[in-house]
């Protein structure tokens, strides 16, 4: 089974720089889950995707105007969005921030990047 660490430190994880303003640091995982951390500077787009991954996202920081099918809508601190697998989905980021993003079954591109 695939696994990560027990004990993911923040200081101790490295940010990967995805480019167009976007950074991702990937914590806690296993085969069925994982939790990522997606950081935003102002007018980054995460660009209108679909994977057969479940996708849970909160909104640690920051406003964003998130698209998840036919449905847009502003989200900010506090909130969050479901995103069913095969659905399209991205965002706009509005005001930098950070998005804490879980994924079922884990990202396994993620790992190989």
Known sequence: MLQSSLFQLESETPWEDLGNGIQRQIFGYDDNIMLVKAKFEAEAVG??????????TFVESGVFEMTIGDEKKIIKKGDGFYAPPHVIHGCV???????????????????KS
Do not use: K
């Open 93 to 111: 980021c509005i005001e930098p921030g950070v998005l804490i993003d879980v994924f079922s079954p884990h990202r396994e591109d993620f790992l």
């Open 47 to 56: 660009v209108l995707h679909e994977h057969y991954h479940a996708q849970v």
